[in-house]
């Protein structure tokens, strides 16, 4: 099944444009945007007239250039380092005929052994600083108020070797002297905005903050989005697309949040997803025999959400907890007193939301792969309900990307995209791929399909707005069951021809 995945795979590589970072054509005209942000606690510019925050990190350089890179010559070959977009840091070795080697060559290995072995300690140091840096930039999604000067925020950002490669490849607002706030990203030696034109420089007093889906427009956002594909901007984490959870009609007024509640899921996945999204569980639970655990993250501005779990009740099940409510707690002085859902920020209530909604759409018993397969059986009729229920944010995300990436794949006339399925008709079938699970069913009859296609990373070449292994998942069943007559897997193939 897996050379079948391989051979079809290509159908998704479309007519993509060449460049990565967009050239703007023209000067930019005013547009109206949100109000200025106040200032942080911290004392961060969210206005003219107020200082420079101090702490500015200390983040290394590496010894690169300003373009993110670094050559040296060792035994008649050029060691290149090099980061080449915010994800991706590559060391390369090129010969007399310019050719680069992504290997050490043979004849470096023994007499230029501690050369080599210096540079890919270099590559691994990279490698850590630009990841340290994409979770920097990242938690300034929760900060409403954290802005700088435009002059400080070159310095800190813009023009470092590392940190420049993450700033690069997201959007920024700058505010004019009227405290209007424009959207840009930066291009080739110019701010470009959504329609491609150039912003006007701005002063170095000029404030500047990290965009947010959240504080734009509809249309602004979707405009973003149709930048970042066609432009195939490598973003440092899901900005352009990136889910937005706001304040629900039965949550106003209300001190916690049944959003996620009674969701099923594997309690490694989730301590993993924890350590990754900066959420510390109490050790002290149920789970632990104290009492009911709970797992927190500090957000900026003296915010803490709370997500409360239990264990599930089934016997047997200790690798499974049950998720609670959500609650968030203010700052007072030394202590944490709890605050209504309409009291925090906006941004904090989406940015904590939004981590649960991750936490319950990765760790989910439902989207589990061996579903039905596996040999339990408990809480059969929550996997049955979730695995092709109605998807939560990161699917309507993937239905976004998807809206604007199969028109440019070779399967586009074999798609229909709707609220919970991609539906991909076939030869010998049609399909129904569920956009939060990934799960397929075939009609008419409705019929579970289990289609476990290979892991490999980059095996198709196709170029995705953000990471997410279940957008290439479904893609990926996508393109090898529009052609199912093709396929040479027996066992697949015998399930397929079930009942036809």
Sequence with gaps: MFDDLRAHLAALDGPWPTRKRPIATR???????????????????????????????????HGLGGDGSLARDVGGYQAVLTIEDPLTVRLTYVGADGYPLPTVPGALKVPHAAEIRELKALAKGVRGTLADERARAEALMAADGRSWRHGAWR????????????????????????????????????LVTVDGRALPVPADAAPVRLWHPARARPAAVRAWRDFVIDNRMVQAFKQAFREVCALGPDEEGALRSDRFAGH??????????????????????????????????VLGGGWRAVLHYDPAEAAGQGDRVVTGHVRFERRDRRHWSRAGLADAPPLVFSEAMRDVGLFVD???????????????????????????????????????????????????????LGDRFLDVRGELRTYRIHLGTAHVRMEPEGTLLRVVPSRRKGQSGLFLPFEDERLSLILTKAVLLAADHKITDEPLLRRIRTGL
């Design 27 to 61: 000067t930019a005209t005013a547009r109206p945007g949100p109000a200025a942000a106040p200032p942080t606690d911290d004392g961060a510019p969210g206005a003219p007239g107020v200082p420079e925050p101090t702490g500015v990190p200390d983040v290394p350089a």
């Design 155 to 190: 310095r800190e950002w813009l023009d470092h070797p590392v940190s420049g490669a993450v700033a690069r490849g997201l959007i920024w607002e700058f505010q004019d002297p009227d405290g209007v706030w424009h959207a840009a990203t930066p291009g080739e030696s110019v």
């Design 264 to 297: 099923i899921v594997r309690y490694a996945r989730l301590r993993e997803l924890f350590r990754e999204r900066g959420w510390r569980p109490d050790h002290r639970g149920r789970l632990h025999g104290g009492a009911p655990p709970a797992a927190r993250r």
């Design 362 to 416: 990765a760790a989910s018993i439902a989207a589990d792969p061996d579903w039905p397969d596996g040999e339990d059986r408990h809480h059969l009729h929550y996997r049955r309900e979730a695995a092709f229920g109605r998807p939560g944010a990161a699917a309507e995300a993937r239905r976004a990307a998807l809206e604007r990436i199969l028109p440019r794949t070779r399967i586009a006339d074999r798609c229909a």
